[in-house]
T-cell receptor
Framework: KAGVTQTPRYLIKTRGQQVTLSCSPI?????VSWYQQTPGQGLQFLFE???????NKGNFPGRFSGRQFSNSRSEMNVSTLELGDSALYLC?????????????FGPGTRLTVL | EDQVTQSPEALRLQEGESSSLNCSYT??????LFWYRQDPGKGPEFLFT???AGEEKEKERLKATLTKKESFLHITAPKPEDSATYLC???????????FGTGTQLKVEL
Protein backbone atom coordinates (compact mmCIF):
# COMPACT_ATOMS: atom_id res chain seq x y z
CA LYS A 1 0.00 0.00 0.00
CA ALA A 2 1.37 3.40 -0.91
CA GLY A 3 2.11 5.73 1.96
CA VAL A 4 1.19 9.35 2.47
CA THR A 5 2.55 11.55 -0.30
CA GLN A 6 3.21 15.26 -0.14
CA THR A 7 4.02 17.70 -2.91
CA PRO A 8 6.13 19.60 -3.49
CA ARG A 9 8.95 18.32 -1.30
CA TYR A 10 10.79 21.64 -1.27
CA LEU A 11 9.66 25.22 -1.74
CA ILE A 12 11.38 28.58 -1.58
CA LYS A 13 9.19 31.67 -1.31
CA THR A 14 9.65 35.30 -0.36
CA ARG A 15 7.91 37.25 2.38
CA GLY A 16 4.39 38.32 1.50
CA GLN A 17 3.79 35.54 -1.01
CA GLN A 18 1.33 32.74 -0.53
CA VAL A 19 1.87 29.00 -0.87
CA THR A 20 -0.25 25.87 -1.31
CA LEU A 21 0.90 22.45 -0.16
CA SER A 22 -0.72 19.18 -1.14
CA CYS A 23 -1.21 15.88 0.67
CA SER A 24 -2.54 12.55 -0.62
CA PRO A 25 -3.48 10.17 2.20
CA ILE A 26 -3.13 6.41 2.34
CA UNK A 27 -5.87 4.76 0.32
CA UNK A 28 -8.97 4.30 2.47
CA UNK A 29 -7.94 6.91 5.03
CA UNK A 30 -10.46 9.69 5.47
CA UNK A 31 -8.75 11.91 8.04
CA VAL A 32 -5.87 14.22 7.21
CA SER A 33 -4.01 16.27 9.82
CA TRP A 34 -1.36 18.92 9.25
CA TYR A 35 1.58 19.73 11.51
CA GLN A 36 4.35 22.32 11.46
CA GLN A 37 7.82 21.25 12.61
CA THR A 38 10.50 23.78 13.54
CA PRO A 39 13.73 23.36 15.54
CA GLY A 40 12.48 25.72 18.24
CA GLN A 41 8.86 24.61 18.66
CA GLY A 42 8.98 21.00 17.55
CA LEU A 43 5.87 19.48 16.01
CA GLN A 44 2.74 21.57 16.37
CA PHE A 45 -0.78 20.70 15.25
CA LEU A 46 -2.31 22.95 12.61
CA PHE A 47 -5.67 21.37 11.75
CA GLU A 48 -7.48 18.16 10.90
CA UNK A 49 -9.96 17.39 8.16
CA UNK A 50 -12.39 14.50 8.01
CA UNK A 51 -14.92 13.95 5.26
CA UNK A 52 -14.21 17.41 3.82
CA UNK A 53 -14.90 19.15 7.16
CA UNK A 54 -12.43 20.74 9.52
CA UNK A 55 -12.79 18.70 12.68
CA ASN A 56 -10.07 20.26 14.83
CA LYS A 57 -7.86 23.36 14.74
CA GLY A 58 -4.62 24.33 16.47
CA ASN A 59 -3.46 27.74 17.65
CA PHE A 60 -2.24 29.24 14.41
CA PRO A 61 -3.24 32.55 12.82
CA GLY A 62 -5.90 32.74 10.14
CA ARG A 63 -3.20 32.97 7.46
CA PHE A 64 -3.04 29.20 7.73
CA SER A 65 -5.98 27.46 6.13
CA GLY A 66 -6.79 24.14 4.59
CA ARG A 67 -9.36 22.09 2.79
CA GLN A 68 -10.13 18.51 1.93
CA PHE A 69 -11.58 17.14 -1.25
CA SER A 70 -14.07 14.33 -1.77
CA ASN A 71 -11.23 11.88 -2.53
CA SER A 72 -9.70 12.75 0.90
CA ARG A 73 -6.77 14.60 -0.63
CA SER A 74 -5.99 17.77 1.29
CA GLU A 75 -4.32 21.09 0.69
CA MET A 76 -3.08 23.69 3.09
CA ASN A 77 -2.52 27.32 2.22
CA VAL A 78 -0.40 29.93 3.91
CA SER A 79 -1.00 33.52 2.86
CA THR A 80 1.22 36.56 3.41
CA LEU A 81 4.25 34.47 4.27
CA GLU A 82 6.52 35.54 7.11
CA LEU A 83 10.11 34.50 7.80
CA GLY A 84 8.91 32.51 10.81
CA ASP A 85 6.80 30.30 8.56
CA SER A 86 9.96 28.53 7.39
CA ALA A 87 9.45 24.96 8.57
CA LEU A 88 8.84 21.36 7.64
CA TYR A 89 5.11 20.91 7.02
CA LEU A 90 3.93 17.39 7.69
CA CYS A 91 0.71 15.75 6.73
CA UNK A 92 -0.62 12.66 8.51
CA UNK A 93 -3.50 10.42 7.54
CA UNK A 94 -5.60 8.00 9.54
CA UNK A 95 -8.70 5.93 9.00
CA UNK A 96 -10.56 8.62 10.90
CA UNK A 97 -13.54 6.66 12.10
CA UNK A 98 -12.08 6.62 15.61
CA UNK A 99 -9.97 9.51 16.84
CA UNK A 100 -7.55 7.06 18.44
CA UNK A 101 -6.63 5.66 15.03
CA UNK A 102 -2.91 5.80 14.32
CA UNK A 103 -1.73 8.74 12.25
CA UNK A 104 0.80 7.93 9.52
CA PHE A 105 3.02 10.75 8.35
CA GLY A 106 4.22 11.75 4.93
CA PRO A 107 7.78 12.89 4.13
CA GLY A 108 6.90 16.55 4.55
CA THR A 109 7.29 19.73 2.51
CA ARG A 110 10.29 21.87 3.43
CA LEU A 111 9.26 25.53 3.10
CA THR A 112 11.88 28.24 3.16
CA VAL A 113 10.75 31.87 3.31
CA LEU A 114 13.34 34.47 2.30
CA GLU B 1 -2.78 22.85 28.74
CA ASP B 2 -1.39 19.44 27.82
CA GLN B 3 2.36 19.10 28.28
CA VAL B 4 4.77 16.41 27.11
CA THR B 5 8.39 16.34 28.24
CA GLN B 6 11.00 13.98 26.86
CA SER B 7 14.37 13.19 28.40
CA PRO B 8 17.18 13.11 27.79
CA GLU B 9 17.33 15.56 24.87
CA ALA B 10 20.24 13.62 23.40
CA LEU B 11 21.72 10.21 24.13
CA ARG B 12 24.86 8.58 22.82
CA LEU B 13 25.19 4.80 23.23
CA GLN B 14 27.70 2.20 22.23
CA GLU B 15 26.36 -0.64 20.11
CA GLY B 16 24.83 -3.22 22.47
CA GLU B 17 24.48 -0.76 25.38
CA SER B 18 20.81 -0.87 26.46
CA SER B 19 19.03 2.22 27.75
CA SER B 20 15.64 3.88 28.20
CA LEU B 21 14.06 7.07 26.91
CA ASN B 22 11.49 8.86 29.03
CA CYS B 23 8.28 10.66 28.10
CA SER B 24 6.40 12.30 30.96
CA TYR B 25 3.05 13.95 30.43
CA THR B 26 0.59 16.23 32.17
CA UNK B 27 -2.74 15.99 30.41
CA UNK B 28 -6.43 15.94 31.13
CA UNK B 29 -7.81 12.66 29.92
CA UNK B 30 -5.21 10.62 28.06
CA UNK B 31 -6.78 8.74 25.14
CA UNK B 32 -3.56 7.36 23.69
CA LEU B 33 0.22 7.75 23.74
CA PHE B 34 2.17 7.29 20.54
CA TRP B 35 5.86 6.70 19.85
CA TYR B 36 7.40 7.69 16.54
CA ARG B 37 10.89 7.52 15.11
CA GLN B 38 12.12 10.31 12.84
CA ASP B 39 15.20 10.18 10.61
CA PRO B 40 16.76 13.44 9.34
CA GLY B 41 14.78 14.97 6.48
CA LYS B 42 11.94 12.46 6.79
CA GLY B 43 8.50 12.31 8.34
CA PRO B 44 7.91 10.52 11.65
CA GLU B 45 7.55 6.75 11.38
CA PHE B 46 4.98 5.09 13.65
CA LEU B 47 6.30 2.68 16.27
CA PHE B 48 3.73 2.05 19.03
CA THR B 49 0.41 3.11 20.51
CA UNK B 50 -0.34 2.64 24.21
CA UNK B 51 -3.80 3.25 25.60
CA UNK B 52 -3.80 2.44 29.30
CA ALA B 53 -1.45 2.28 32.28
CA GLY B 54 0.32 -1.06 32.53
CA GLU B 55 0.25 -1.68 28.80
CA GLU B 56 3.44 -2.79 27.05
CA LYS B 57 4.29 -3.20 23.36
CA GLU B 58 7.39 -4.72 21.77
CA LYS B 59 8.97 -4.61 18.36
CA GLU B 60 12.42 -6.01 17.67
CA ARG B 61 14.83 -4.21 20.03
CA LEU B 62 12.22 -1.71 21.24
CA LYS B 63 9.75 -2.01 24.10
CA ALA B 64 7.32 0.71 25.14
CA THR B 65 5.63 0.88 28.53
CA LEU B 66 3.04 3.21 30.01
CA THR B 67 2.18 4.39 33.54
CA LYS B 68 -0.28 7.05 34.64
CA LYS B 69 2.38 9.77 34.41
CA GLU B 70 4.99 8.62 31.92
CA SER B 71 6.05 6.25 29.21
CA PHE B 72 9.39 4.60 28.61
CA LEU B 73 10.93 3.41 25.40
CA HIS B 74 13.46 0.71 26.24
CA ILE B 75 16.12 -0.06 23.65
CA THR B 76 17.85 -3.40 24.10
CA ALA B 77 21.24 -4.03 22.51
CA PRO B 78 20.91 -1.10 20.07
CA LYS B 79 22.55 -1.04 16.66
CA PRO B 80 23.79 1.97 14.65
CA GLU B 81 20.64 1.79 12.50
CA ASP B 82 18.59 2.64 15.60
CA SER B 83 20.10 6.13 15.51
CA ALA B 84 17.24 8.62 15.05
CA THR B 85 15.08 11.09 16.95
CA TYR B 86 12.37 9.38 18.99
CA LEU B 87 9.19 11.35 19.51
CA CYS B 88 6.32 10.71 21.85
CA UNK B 89 2.90 12.26 21.45
CA UNK B 90 -0.33 12.23 23.44
CA UNK B 91 -3.89 12.24 22.20
CA UNK B 92 -6.32 14.06 24.45
CA UNK B 93 -9.61 15.90 24.21
CA UNK B 94 -11.65 15.48 21.08
CA UNK B 95 -10.55 14.95 17.52
CA UNK B 96 -7.23 13.85 16.19
CA UNK B 97 -4.83 16.41 17.65
CA UNK B 98 -1.50 14.99 18.79
CA UNK B 99 0.64 16.97 21.24
CA PHE B 100 4.30 16.10 20.76
CA GLY B 101 7.33 16.20 23.00
CA THR B 102 10.51 17.71 21.62
CA GLY B 103 12.13 14.32 21.13
CA THR B 104 15.24 12.41 22.17
CA GLN B 105 18.05 12.36 19.63
CA LEU B 106 19.68 8.94 19.86
CA LYS B 107 23.07 8.11 18.37
CA VAL B 108 24.38 4.56 18.51
CA GLU B 109 28.06 4.13 17.77
CA LEU B 110 30.11 1.08 16.86
Amino acid sequence: KAGVTQTPRYLIKTRGQQVTLSCSPISGHRSVSWYQQTPGQGLQFLFEYFSETQRNKGNFPGRFSGRQFSNSRSEMNVSTLELGDSALYLCASSLGSRSTDTQYFGPGTRLTVL
Amino acid sequence: EDQVTQSPEALRLQEGESSSLNCSYTVSGLRGLFWYRQDPGKGPEFLFTLYSAGEEKEKERLKATLTKKESFLHITAPKPEDSATYLCAVLTGGGNKLTFGTGTQLKVEL
